[in-house]
C-alpha cells in the first residue's frame, strides 16, 4: 500500500529533468539508465568512463540521502524467480526497443519524438496489462 | 575528466530525483500500474515534472551548436515504428510490469544492497549481454 504523493513527485520529476539537462547540456548525451548501463560494461563497453560515473552517482545517492537520517521506502515482494524472468525481460526488451521509461519516457517525449511515444504507450499499456493479469486474474497480491 | 564529473553529478541528482519521487520504490510503481487496484498515480507527475523541466531547458541547450564539454549532441536519429522497437517495448513492459523495477530504480535500488534487488539487475544485464550476443550479431 502506497499512498499519492503529489508534491515530492512533482519535484522528483523536477530534479529527474534537470539531471537529464545537465547531461544534455555537459556530454550531450541522452539521460536513458538502460543506455547508459548496457555500454557501461565490458564487453560492450564503447566511449569510456561517464557511463560508469553516471551509474555511480545513481547508486551511491539513495545512500548518501538515508545518511542524513531520512528514511527510503523500498519494498520488493516479487519472488526470485520471477525477478530473475523480470530481469532478462527488461534488459533483452530495452535493448531490442532502444530504450526505457527514462530514454523514452522523459527523454523521448520531451522531444516530442513519435516513436518514443509509441515506445511508451506500448510498454505502459502492457505492464498494466500485466499487473492486472497478475494481481486481478490470477490473483498474486492485491 | 571534466566530462566524467558532469555525469556523475547528473547520475548523483537523477538519484535523488527517483528517492524524493519515491519511484525508487518498485511497489509505488506497480500501484501506479495497478489501475483496477489501490491507484497511486505519483509516477504520472513524477513524468509531468520531468517532461517540462527538461522539455523547457531543452529548448535552449539544443539551440547551442555544441555541448559544453564534447564536439556534438548525441541525439537518436531513427525515427520509423518498427516491429523490434514495439516488440522491445511490451518485453520491457512485461518485466517491469511483473517486478515494478525498470532500469534507473533498478540500479538506484542497488544502494541499500537486498539481495532481490542485486538478482534482478544481474538477470537485467544478462539479458542485454542476450541481446548483443543473439540479435545486435546478425
Not at chain 1, 505492464?127 to 493479469?133: D, E, F, H, Q
Not at chain 2, 498515480?41 to 555544441?66: E, H, Y
Request: net charge positive; glycine share 14%.
Amino acid at each position: 500500500m502506497t499512498t499519492f504523493t503529489p508534491y515530492s513527485a512533482l519535484f522528483g520529476g523536477f530534479l529527474i529533468g534537470l539531471a537529464a539537462a545537465m547531461l544534455l547540456f555537459f556530454n550531450g548525451r541522452i539521460a536513458g539508465v538502460s543506455g547508459i548501463t548496457s555500454g557501461a560494461f565490458p564487453p560492450w563497453q564503447r566511449d569510456g568512463l561517464w557511463r560508469l560515473c553516471f551509474l555511480a552517482g545513481l547508486i551511491i545517492m539513495p545512500a548518501i540521502y538515508q545518511s542524513t537520517g531520512a528514511k527510503i521506502e523500498l519494498h520488493i515482494q516479487t519472488s526470485i524467480p520471477v525477478l530473475i524472468l523480470a530481469g532478462l525481460l527488461v534488459g533483452y526488451g530495452t535493448r531490442l526497443g532502444n530504450g526505457c521509461t527514462s530514454g523514452h519516457g522523459v527523454c523521448g517525449l520531451s522531444r516530442l519524438s513519435v516513436r518514443s511515444l509509441a515506445a511508451t504507450l506500448t510498454f505502459m499499456a502492457t505492464a498494466a496489462l500485466t499487473v492486472y493479469l497478475t494481481r486481478h486474474v490470477f490473483g498474486m497480491g492485491a | 575528466m571534466a566530462k566524467n564529473i558532469a555525469a556523475l553529478a547528473a547520475g548523483l541528482l537523477f538519484g535523488l530525483g527517483l528517492v524524493i519521487s519515491g519511484m525508487i520504490n518498485p511497489q509505488k510503481v506497480l500501484n501506479f500500474l495497478n489501475f483496477a487496484g489501490a491507484w497511486d498515480g505519483s509516477l504520472a507527475l513524477v513524468m509531468a515534472g520531468a517532461l517540462l523541466t527538461l522539455g523547457t531547458l531543452q529548448r535552449f541547450i539544443l539551440r547551442r551548436p555544441t555541448p559544453l564539454l564534447e564536439t556534438k549532441f548525441y541525439l537518436p536519429t531513427s525515427k520509423i515504428i518498427d516491429a523490434p522497437l514495439l516488440m522491445g517495448a511490451m518485453l520491457f513492459g512485461l518485466g517491469w510490469g511483473l517486478a515494478g523495477l525498470c532500469p534507473g530504480p533498478a540500479m538506484a535500488g542497488l544502494s541499500f544492497g537486498l539481495t532481490e534487488n542485486i538478482v534482478f539487475v544481474i538477470a537485467m544485464l544478462a539479458g542485454m549481454w542476450f541481446f548483443q550476443v543473439f540479435h545486435d550479431k546478425k
